[in-house]
């Protein structure tokens, strides 16, 4: 068995590296018929471009320093070289290069360069200016003048046309604890994108750019992913990832500040520590932690009616923490504070992490450069990287508490690198955290007087730390006159609470039917 395995290994590789011969090609012309070796490697069939130009009568020049190959057609001049995928056809008259690049690369062996014969017909073509049949078995017969064909792209740069005609240029892969990281480097803004997974196999479409295909194909890969394939189908370009069985989720984001995307392939590491610990009490709905944002030395925005950021996230906080506890009393509620004390970022998520908390919530309220404002209302944020100005800004104003902190080196900026390492520990509660922010402000919308902005996403320190579900509340903005009045008043404190507490019901059944499917 073992020198069976051995065998193949032997016999794969040899296919991979050594080129094996593949009998005669008949190449026809109005000259007549001559016959030259070809050879196959990974199921593609290569000739020696030198033995095609003899063939064919053709001129030629070779320049075996560089493995360059040129050959000398009526209107055009065609330079292939050794282990580039580039031919280069440059119009005689003019001087304008056209560039076509093929599936693999050529390849060099005795002195002599090799290209697939099927995908270089095309740009034999083009020079040549005469049509090209390849016949099963080995025929390849010159015929008649083609009519003059459209150049793909003009240009006197190799490098510029590649670049002009690829958008995707190449990717990168990076391996981490809990997945793996693809960079996509793209230099056209990638308008959208969808994914699906079958099979082991996860496809990724993006709409409306070309990939440079031999730049963004792996094979042999020993992370998550074992294989990458790319292919351009019309207008949009496939990812074709096969993930091995460890594969659990993925996500597709735009990069910040660059058309590059991203995709994270998370592993399975959440579900299996779940599968080892099959207990009933491990995820039952028993302990909800509210976060009152701000506190102590720190006041948070301050109101158009003076009323404090802190204040009213204490306030609302307490008054939820007194529903859940008279209205579901088997489900224990820590609060991160529940006095005006200042607590540190981190902490908050540690204290959570600690009474091993099924919900994190945090309550803010929101507040503008500009005081007072018309903008009014209340938004719900999920940790992610913020998609806009806006929730950046936002992100901004809350994280800058940790400048009263003893040590605010503490946080490393959320980059988009280690942010992913964040959103990909978060990932397996996404689903849940989701689902309570669509609940949190329905709940807002329907039985408030203030405004549901929506589900929003930013980069928030204080999610960040906590091992949970968890969302951040904007109660309304402080710095508009209404929404302060509503937030600064006992009334609206309590409608607050009384909604986020509606929402907290939904999810609590949403939760456990989610659990007994799942366990
Ligand atoms: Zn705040």
């Not at 922010?437 to 329905?442: F, H, I, K, R, V």
Request: aromatic share 10%.
């Amino acid at each position: 068995m073992r020198k069976r395995l051995l065998y193949i290994l032997i016999f794969t590789s040899s296919i991979n590296i050594f080129p094996q011969p593949f009998g005669k090609i008949s190449v026809v012309t109005d000259k007549g018929i001559k016959d030259i070796p070809s050879y196959s490697r990974e199921k593609t069939v290569y000739f020696s471009i030198k033995d095609f130009a003899e063939a064919t009568f053709t001129n030629y020049f070779y320049n075996d320093k560089n493995g360059k190959i040129e050959l000398k057609f009526e209107n055009y001049l065609m330079k292939v070289t050794a282990k580039n995928p580039y031919i280069v056809i440059t119009e005689r008259e003019t001087g304008k290069q056209i560039i076509y690049q093929l599936p693999t690369s050529t390849y060099s062996l005795n002195n002599l360069v090799f290209i697939p014969v099927i995908t270089s017909i095309k740009p034999l073509e083009q020079a040549w200016g005469k049509r090209l049949t390849y016949n099963v078995p080995n025929k390849l017969t010159v015929g008649d003048k083609l009519p003059v064909v459209e150049p793909l792209i003009v240009t006197n740069d190799v490098k510029t046309a590649t670049n002009l005609y690829f958008n995707i240029t190449d990717l990168s892969i990076s391996e981490k604890a809990n997945g793996t990281l693809i960079t996509i480097h793209s230099n056209k803004r990638i308008p959208s994108y969808y994914s699906s997974h079958k099979d082991s196999t996860l496809t990724i479409v993006f709409r409306q750019v070309n990939a440079d295909t031999t730049r963004t194909e792996r094979n042999n890969l020993s992370g998550l992913i074992k294989k990458i394939e790319t292919k351009n189908i019309g207008a949009d370009t496939e990812l074709k990832l096969v993930v091995g069985k460890n594969y659990a989720t993925n996500e597709v984001m735009n990069a910040e500040g660059s058309n590059d995307i991203l995709i994270t392939i998370h592993n399975k590491l959440f579900s299996k520590s779940k599968e080892e610990t099959k207990t009933r009490e491990k995820w039952d709905f028993d302990i909800i932690v509210i976060d009152a944002g701000h506190g102590g030395k720190d006041p948070g925005a301050l109101g158009v009616n003076k009323v404090k950021e802190k204040d009213v996230n204490l306030a609302v906080a307490l008054s939820l923490g007194e529903l859940i506890k008279k209205e579901m009393p088997d489900v224990k509620v820590v609060y991160t504070r529940d006095s005006d004390t200042f607590v540190d970022l981190y902490k908050r998520g540690k204290i959570a992490n600690e009474n091993n908390g099924k919900l994190f919530i945090s309550i803010h309220c929101n507040s503008s450069k500009k005081k007072p404002t018309d903008i009014n209302g209340v938004e719900v944020y999920l940790l992610r990287p913020g998609r806009t100005d806006e929730a950046i800004a936002i992100a901004e104003r809350e994280n800058s508490v940790i400048e009263y902190e003893d040590d605010p080196n503490r946080y490393e900026k959320l980059t988009d690198e280690n942010f992913i390492l964040v959103s990909m520990a978060h990932s397996s509660y996404m689903k849940y955290s989701e689902s309570f922010a669509d609940m949190l402000n329905n709940q807002f919308r329907d039985n408030t007087k203030l405004k549901a902005r929506g589900v929003k996403q930013a980069g928030f320190y204080v999610l960040v730390g906590a091992s949970m579900p968890s969302v951040l509340i904007e109660t309304g903005f402080i710095s508009n006159s209404k929404d302060a009045n509503y937030l600064k008043s006992k009334s609206g404190q309590t409608q607050l609470s009384e909604a986020i507490f509606a929402a907290i019901k939904e999810y609590r059944n949403y939760y456990e039917k989610q659990m007994e499917s799942e366990l």
